[in-house]
């Protein structure tokens, strides 16, 4: 680039001749692909007839999602015994379960709101999708803090109702904070996720040629007119709310961390905890997003839209926040070993050569060997690689909250308490229902809501710039 | 239908490009209407400046809410940790702003979403599910690729041969009557 | 039976897994998912055989075994046979019967016993899993002479590194400390115990605001270990009895639990069992800390703090998260993970289609064994030691009634006796107002060997424990200049290299339970 010369204000009489040379951009729609291909594309997803492979999976996932349902009955007409808790340890698979879907949404909201802050572009293709992930999987954690309390049916008691004990809940707990903060981030997340869907609603119900498809939409919809008094508004609001589910995401997950950070267990009493699981929720959320993404990209043939460019930078993520989170691992252990304090450090080298060393190597393995492989473009371009390394690192992060709930309450302070927990049957498959109960309500939204936000994707394809040429 | 007898929303026209709806929406400004709008599949950007809009209100309903909410989670924590049962845990304070800090926090955000949400709807005066719009052929394809200027009948600017000169000057295709 | 002869057995334990020095662990006690599989041995002498599962006793003298006496009776009558069973025709015994050993002859011993494994294994329910205290400064020891060269011997342990948890409070008496809570080093004022709560029902009543504030103190050089007191509260209060399986699933209900530690005065609990040992026993139960980690997260005030300084405990409210148990360092909490009360053990797992009340006796037995001033817990809530809350709300009744109009409230002291202190034979437990100088308690609280177990997590419990003094005559062969518990304690605190995997022998020992 041509520089001006010191003391000239004026435009450099090189530029006459010579236009600069842009910076090429991957393109983030393919193939050039017009708005109204765009359009045909999302629309077509919920206007054709139910696929075969949908009604299967969808039988299939009703049956997993079954477990969950008998799992949680049989839990409470019989007591939390039918799980594997004992003393000391008070919270098993349960919480494990917990903090691994909190952990899972985390990137929809991430995607959603702190990367149209930061005005990536590319986040259009995805978002809606992974917002929708977002809540299903707060809905999916949100049934093991309520249903592992020993009487479910006094749950409501953590909300400041008026009750017949005449007795309010206890503020200063984190279990009360993360009642706080998990309605709120559902809350939020719904509100943002809907709010940013009228459009798209509105386009449906534009096409929509049934009676009941145009109420459904048109309700949905609620009138809106694309006009653009109102696309100011909605883009404000918009903004807005990625500004407030900034934050939220960041602090939801500080909460959820503050379960651990606020007692004074051995290995959990950190002050780490915060940014290490907030980094640890975007690695396995990103991980999740992937493992939707890519088979959905396959079957709705959605390339154009969802391009390497999307892959590159998903996996790019995934490095990064793996790679904070081995990081957060190994400044862990410093600690230990620097604060002196012989109950810190026995945690972690219990952690590592305990009677859980099983679960933590599995841990490091999934979280921080695995996702080095992304560094490699040739393991970014074989999509079924990277399936297949986004279930490892979500199995990874499952063991991480394992390795932190299990061990550090096995092995505190008195070795008198010292003991074992293993999970039963119940617990097994009440977890593994809900990746059922997760795909069934996925699955409704692919087939009757738009998978990809139409008018943003339109946004930002290279026609919809008013001053190009 | 008797085309008399019938009222008059507005006169439409369709562009096909944003760029060409774009310039025509910085001319229908400088031409002083005030009661019309530009209906695209997407918001483009510039078009607030392009239509001459102020900025939007809904921030002021966000900051309301936020207001709100962390006031209602001060009253809430201290009402029911403070004064009406307040009971010695852990030796911990009373009140403070420290413990309950998540749950000011949370609600502050709560309360400022519902603002945003809800402000967005009332500014945007929505729902309204019948709208003389709704039943004009050529609108449908404005949710899919097709942008269009709507000039209606409430502007004083408006005469319906004129108005309908006028966007044809603009380049506008499909020069239409919407009817109410 | 002796580790010795355990070894000769090639009883061997299992590698379990690489310590990071590279050394094998060994998995002493054959643990298989925290529980004991104990191999099952048989003996014969004069053709007269026994079975029954091995348990490797640290200390015992070489190539000895041990046996109980008293399991396996095929006639238990109405007290020895489960109720159910019993009504339903059936007779069964417990565990293994050893008694064909007992002779005229030989009333006490045998000798010239063969031993040969059947090759055959149980589990054996253990409530102690591990034996070493690995170091830490739970269970306090010294000597006479350690006492005269310094009286604060007591003082180990990060206690005696880490800041005081009073500060510049410390010099204050422990009548003031108990009542106004003072700040010390904490990082918020304390609100006083004694403060009236600010609601409609107090008003005009703070006088009648009782200032004692109860407190006790354990001495574990007179403790024998003898678990009376376990006894005595699980009678008092009401405390299930779970069953085997549940035992050895974790979930016993004891309020107070005896732990007994081995000292070898290695540094690690290392490869083998101490022969060796020297034993300690520690009666924990809920310590009452004045600032309760337990109370800070229950979500639900199931558990708050009374004006006398106990952490109360309400079951009513309570909806069961368990977060309280988890982040009671002492791990005093119990949880009815099953109905427990409702239920006899067999039937614990089925659910609503199982028999709903427990089978009736007629001569109501279990009705009768329960003390009707102590609500019974159904499943899902928590509960623990109350320092028995019946006994100090019924002797203060009695002393108002007593006291009439003169307002002299108080309650004496003696005049309440806490279930396991009043079982004690030993006298170990001391219990009472601590805001009265001249109390049995307070006296205890104030000797030398006085010391509070994880004081430095600044919980202030109101249990404090006195030091064990063991008898070392230095003129005995072999004589020990410390107590074992101490070289552990000084090679931990030393920071030398390669040992932090004491754990990683999760070494199983209990008491007898031959089950």
């Known amino acids: 680039m041509a520089h001006a010369p010191d003391h000239s204000s004026e435009r450099p009489a090189i530029l006459d001749k010579v236009r600069p040379a842009e910076l090429p951009r991957s393109p983030l729609i393919l193939n050039n692909r017009g708005f109204h291909w765009i359009t045909d594309k999302v629309c077509g997803i919920v206007e054709e007839p139910t696929p075969l492979w949908w009604k299967v999976t969808f039988v299939v996932a009703l049956f997993i999602a079954s477990f969950t349902f008998i799992g949680l009955t049989y839990l409470v007409s019989t007591g939390t015994g039918t799980w594997g808790l004992r003393s000391p340890v008070g919270w098993g698979w349960a919480i494990v379960n917990f903090v691994f879907w909190v952990g899972i949404g985390h990137a929809g909201t991430l995607i959603s709101a702190i990367l149209c802050l930061l005005r990536q572009k590319w986040r259009t293709s995805i978002n809606r999708a992974a917002e929708a992930m977002t809540i299903f999987a707060v809905m999916c954690a949100g049934i093991f803090p309520l249903f592992h309390v020993g009487r479910v049916w006094f749950g409501w008691w953590l909300f400041p109702l008026p009750n017949q004990n005449g007795i309010w809940p206890q503020f200063r707990s984190p279990l009360e904070w993360d009642v706080f903060a998990v309605s709120t981030y559902f809350t939020v997340s719904a509100l943002f996720w809907y709010m940013g869907m009228i459009p798209d609603l509105g386009a449906i119900r534009d096409r929509a040629t049934t009676w009941w498809r145009k109420t459904f939409y048109g309700l949905l919809a609620m009138g809106w007119r694309n006009g653009n008094r109102q696309w100011s508004n909605f883009e404000m609001a918009y903004l807005l709310l990625a500004g407030l589910s900034t934050p939220l995401v960041l602090s939801v997950h500080t909460i959820v961390s503050f379960d651990f950070a606020v007692s004074n267990v051995p290995g959990w009493h950190t002050t780490i905890f915060p940014p290490y699981f907030v980094a640890g929720a975007i690695f396995s959320g990103f991980a999740m997003v992937l493992t939707l993404m890519l088979p959905l990209r396959a079957i709705y043939r959605l390339h154009d839209v969802i391009n390497q460019y999307h892959i590159d930078n998903m996996c790019k993520i995934i490095l990064a926040t793996g790679t904070m989170v081995g990081y957060a691992y190994a400044t862990e252990f410093f600690i230990a070993a620097y604060s002196g304090n012989a109950f810190e450090k026995f945690a972690f080298v219990n952690r590592a050569f305990g009677q859980y060393a099983w679960a933590y190597w599995i841990m490091v393995s999934c979280n921080v060997i695995t996702p080095q492989l992304f560094w490699f473009k040739k393991v970014r371009e074989n999509h079924a690689l990277v399936w297949i390394i986004c279930l490892f690192v979500n199995v990874g992060m499952w063991f991480e909250r394992f390795v932190i709930t299990v061990t550090s309450l096995a092995n505190d302070y008195l070795p008198s308490s010292w003991g074992y927990y293993s999970p039963t049957i119940v617990d097994i498959f009440t977890f593994f229902g809900t990746f059922g109960f997760f795909s069934v309500l996925f699955l409704l939204f692919i087939r009757f809501l738009p998978l990809l936000p139409m008018a943003e994707v339109k946004m930002v394809t290279p026609q919809a710039d008013p001053h190009a040429h | ?180 | 039976m002796s580790p010795k002869l355990a070894a000769k057995l090639a009883i061997e334990p299992e590698a379990m897994v690489i310590n990071k020095i590279g050394a094998l662990n060994r998995n002493i006690n054959q643990l298989v998912d925290g529980r004991l599989i104990a191999k099952i041995a048989r003996l014969t002498v004069d053709g007269v055989s026994v079975t029954g599962p091995v348990f490797i006793m640290p200390g015992l003298a070489d190539h000895t075994v041990g046996l109980q006496l008293g399991f396996g009776r095929k006639l238990g009558g109405r007290v020895a046979t489960r109720v159910d069973e019993r009504l339903a025709g059936r007779v069964t015994g417990n565990g293994f019967d050893v008694y064909p050993f007992l002779t005229t002859a030989h009333p006490a011993f045998r000798t010239g016993v063969t031993i040969e494994l059947t090759g055959g294994t149980t589990p054996v329910c253990n409530m102690q899993d591990h034996w070493s205290m690995e170091g830490r400064d739970v269970v306090r020891e010294g000597s006479a002479e350690d006492l005269q060269k310094n009286a604060d011997f007591a003082k180990l342990g990060i206690d005696g590194h880490a800041p005081a948890v009073y500060g510049k409070d410390g010099a204050m008496s422990p009548a003031l400390k108990a009542t106004t809570t003072p700040r010390g080093n904490s990082a918020y004022e304390h609100p006083d115990h004694t403060v009236a709560p600010n609601v409609a029902a107090w008003k005009g009543h703070e006088s009648e605001l009782k200032i004692q504030q109860w407190g006790m103190s354990i001495d574990l050089n007179t403790c024998t270990g003898c678990n009376a007191c376990v006894t005595a509260c699980q009678s008092e209060n009401n405390i299930p009895v779970v069953g085997r399986q549940q035992v050895l699933k974790g979930r016993n209900m004891h309020w107070i639990r005896l732990d007994r530690y081995f000292f070898d005065g290695r540094e690690q609990a290392g490869n083998a069992i101490p022969e060796d040992p020297q034993v300690t026993f520690m009666g924990v139960a809920c310590q009452h800390c004045e600032t309760a980690p337990c109370e800070t997260v229950c979500p639900a005030n199931a558990t708050v703090h009374d004006d006398q300084g106990l952490n109360t405990m309400a079951y009513n409210r309570c909806i069961g998260t368990r977060y309280c148990a988890n982040n009671c360092p002492y791990k005093v909490r119990r949880f009815n993970f099953l109905d427990f009360n409702k239920r006899v053990d067999g039937h614990y797992y089925e659910g609503p289609l199982g028999p709903e009340k427990a089978v009736k006796d007629p001569a109501d037995l279990p009705q009768l064994q329960r003390n009707p001033d102590v609500s019974v817990r159904m499943r899902g809530v928590m509960e623990k030691c109350t320092y028995c809350v019946q006994r100090i709300q019924e002797a203060k009744i009695q002393a108002k009634a007593a006291a009439r109009d003169s307002g002299r409230t108080q309650v004496a002291d003696g005049a309440i006796q806490v279930a396991c202190q009043q079982a004690c034979p030993a006298g170990a437990i001391e219990f009472g107002d601590i805001t009265d100088p001249n109390s049995r308690v307070s006296k205890a609280k104030a000797s030398t060997r006085s010391y509070g177990a994880l004081t430095y997590l600044n919980t202030r419990p109101r249990t404090t424990y006195q030091a064990k003094l063991r008898n070392l005559n230095d003129k005995m062969p072999g004589a020990l200049r410390l107590p074992l518990s101490r070289r552990e304690m000084a090679g931990r605190e030393s920071h030398a290299p390669a040992h932090g995997s004491g754990h990683a022998a999760p070494a199983a020992h209990g008491e007898s339970a031959h089950k």
């Open chain 2, 1 to 180: 239908m008797n085309e008399r007898n019938e009222r008059i929303h507005g006169v439409a026209c369709t562009f096909r490009k944003p760029s060409d709806v774009y310039h025509a929406a910085e001319k229908v400004r400088d031409a002083g209407w005030k009661q019309w709008d530009v209906h695209t599949p997407f918001p483009i950007h510039g078009m607030d400046q392009a239509m001459g809009l102020p900025r939007s209100p809904v921030p002021r309903l966000t900051l309301l809410g936020g207001v709100t909410g962390f006031v209602a989670g001060c009253l809430l924590t201290w009402y029911t940790n403070a004064f009406d049962y307040p009971l010695v845990v852990g030796g911990k304070p009373f009140w403070s702003v420290i413990y309950p800090f998540p749950v000011l926090y949370e609600c502050t955000i709560l309360f400022a979403a519902f603002g945003t949400f809800f402000g967005q709807f009332i500014f945007n005066r929505l729902p309204r599910h019948h709208h003389p719009l709704f039943d004009h052929p050529q609108f449908a394809r404005v949710s899919d690729d097709t942008f269009m200027i709507v000039l209606e009948a409430t502007d004083p600017n408006f005469h319906v041969d004129e108005s309908r000169n006028f966007l044809q000057s603009l380049g506008g295709q499909e020069i239409t009557i919407v009817r109410d």
